[in-house]
T-cell receptor
Framework: KQEVTQIPAALSVPEGENLVLNCSFTDSAIYNLQWFRQDPGKGLTSLLLIQSSQREQTSGRLNASLDKSSGRSTLYIAASQPGDSATYLCAVRTSYGKLTFGQGTILTVHP | GAGVSQSPSNKVTEKGKDVELRCDPISGHTALYWYRQSLGQGLEFLIYFQGNSAPDKSGLPSDRFSAERTGGSVSTLTIQRTQQEDSAVYLC???????????FGPGTRLLVL
């Protein structure tokens, strides 16, 4: 059974810092990995999707890497801003369609 | 274009009543998913529809839960004889194909008293 773990559970940083969120998964036979953000009381917003054959994806200040063999992914956020405050969720797809999610990292960026 | 929409946004019901939750996926998306987000359990997969294929119901927690997707578009998740442990946010997502990015709706917050 696939299990996804995210570390840290919560992170508080001052504005402008670069930061790294970690995600690990137990079954390396994945199709892809997706990072989402969730704002309080809202749905999920897709940030980046990395296919199993890819090593990384970039979008603006976000960079996600994937090491499938070791079962790890990192989300790098450069020059953090207060608007980045949210819960970040990592999810892997190991069967057709279904995503398995981590518990999330609650990020607070203070001015 | 329009994103995934869900209704109602909030639902309060009494234990033992049936509820129906609706999802309108993004137009043209062939795949539709239901997830549940509850305290202590995180986000859990419930059911997945792909085109005209038989749905993957492997995540449904009990036979009180069922879902259908009519005409390959709108989906309804039905919970019969609701229990307090059914209280959660029910999220719907759709994707162009099963292997593509999943786009989520805002969710329906269900509270069973």
């Amino acid at each position: 059974k696939q299990e996804v773990t995210q570390i840290p559970a919560a992170l508080s940083v001052p504005e402008g810092e670069n930061l790294v969120l970690n995600c690990s998964f137990t079954d390396s036979a994945i199709y892809n990995l997706q990072w989402f953000r969730q704002d309080p009381g809202k749905g999920l917003t897709s940030l980046l999707l990395i296919q199993s054959s890819q090593r990384e994806q970039t979008s603006g200040r976000l960079n996600a890497s994937l090491d499938k063999s070791s079962g790890r992914s990192t989300l790098y956020i450069a020059a953090s801003q207060p608007g980045d405050s949210a819960t970040y969720l990592c999810a892997v797809r190991t069967s057709y369609g279904k995503l398995t999610f981590g518990q999330g990292t609650i990020l607070t960026v203070h001015p | 274009g329009a994103g995934v929409s869900q209704s109602p946004s909030n639902k309060v019901t009494e234990k033992g009543k049936d509820v129906e939750l609706r999802c309108d996926p993004i137009s043209g998306h062939t795949a539709l998913y239901w997830y549940r987000q509850s305290l202590g359990q995180g986000l859990e997969f419930l059911i997945y529809f792909q085109g005209n294929s038989a749905p993957d119901k492997s995540g449904l927690p009990s036979d009180r839960f069922s879902a259908e997707r009519t005409g390959g578009s709108v989906s309804t998740l039905t919970i019969q004889r609701t229990q307090q442990e059914d209280s959660a946010v029910y999220l719907c997502a759709s994707s162009l194909e099963a292997e593509e990015t999943q786009y989520f709706g805002p969710g329906t917050r269900l509270l069973v008293l």
